[in-house]
């Protein structure tokens, strides 16, 4: 694992990084709960091939660059100007709202952040607590006793301990797998339409419809004996839920109080008003005096067919 803490050695690795397609960085910060944290490293992967879990921990070469850019703007704002802000190169960040705080802001481009792939991925196919890193690299890559300790300790101290270094490394690999992994997951959760089995669909959309009927309806009697059990017994909190309430004013006035208000105090206020049934109808042929502007959106239901057929009956 390479620990670059010279000037020139991180310029030139920051220059070869210019030539990839894809990075892979994580940041260490020292005094993050502080008023004014310091960048203390960066670490970058730019080739993940071969560092696949075994079930204990990662195998690798020494493809992960730690660069200690601890106290040294010039360092970071070259790696800023050189990376961050090149729409060129892919950079793949956990959190990345985080890290890129450091790391260029809002001028930084084609960032991809993995904690929000995960999040977009459906729940059924990724069923996990959270989506911190270390949940992630345990459950998608099969890496396990992966330890966090070092993940608060002073990363302002110089010599970094080889606990430091070691788990600056490793996360960068558990970033990389994590990512490739969800990658994959993220195909096969939004599957070609055109190239979608019907029949099988049918099948489990079937299948799932009459179980989901069951557990909705005994989901939502539970919650309403749940909140009428809480209330009654003055019980805030269970071990599994919380009861809480909020009240919420709604400032109604009539229109023509409204209408009047404004013409009389010259109060500048002008906005389209959706125009229900209800006030169509009443406007009637007045409605052809009125700038109206015509808003066509198309929605799409899907529902099984016995149940459209009870609906008809309704």
């Excluded at 890129?100 to 990724?126: Q, S």
């Excluded at 490793?170 to 599957?191: M, T």
């Excluded at 009459?210 to 809480?230: D, G, P, T, Y």
Aim: with cysteine; glycine share 2%.
């Amino acid at each position: 694992m390479p620990y670059l803490n010279s000037a020139s050695n991180i310029r030139a690795k920051v220059a070869e990084y210019t030539n990839a397609k894809t990075l892979w960085i994580d940041t260490e910060v020292a005094d993050y709960k502080s008023r004014n944290p310091r960048l203390s490293l960066i670490q970058v992967l730019n080739d993940p091939t071969d560092m696949s879990g075994n079930g204990q921990s990662p195998t690798s070469g020494d493809r992960v660059d730690l660069l200690d850019v601890l106290d040294q703007p010039d360092l970071v704002a070259d790696f800023i100007e050189q990376i961050m802000i090149n729409p060129d190169i892919e950079k793949v960040f956990h959190n990345a709202n985080y890290d890129v705080k450091f790391l260029g802001k809002k001028r930084a481009k084609n960032i991809t952040c993995t904690l929000e792939i995960a999040k977009k991925i459906p729940y059924y196919i990724l069923p996990l607590p959270n989506y911190q890193l270390k949940t992630l690299a345990t459950a998608l890559c099969r890496f396990n006793d992966i330890d966090k300790q070092e993940q608060t300790s002073d990363w302002g101290r110089r010599p970094l301990s080889n606990g430091q270094i070691e788990y600056a490394y490793l996360d960068c690999i558990y970033l990389a797998q994590v990512h490739l992994r969800l990658l994959e997951l993220q195909v096969a959760s939004n599957p070609d339409p055109k190239r979608e089995d019907l029949t099988t669909l049918d099948a489990r959309y079937t299948e799932l419809s009459e179980n989901w009927q069951l557990l909705k309806s005994e989901f939502e009697h539970l919650q309403e004996r749940l909140k009428k059990a809480m209330q009654a017994q003055n019980v805030m909190e269970t071990s599994v839920c919380k009861l809480t309430s909020h009240e919420r004013q709604s400032l109604k006035v009539p229109f023509t109080e409204l209408v009047r208000l404004v013409q009389n105090q010259d109060v500048s206020l002008d906005f389209p008003i959706t125009l229900t049934q209800k006030i169509q109808k009443d406007l009637g042929d007045n409605l052809q005096q009125l700038s109206v502007d015509i808003d066509t959106t198309t929605s799409w239901r899907l529902s099984a067919k016995n149940q459209a057929n009870d609906d008809l009956q309704e």
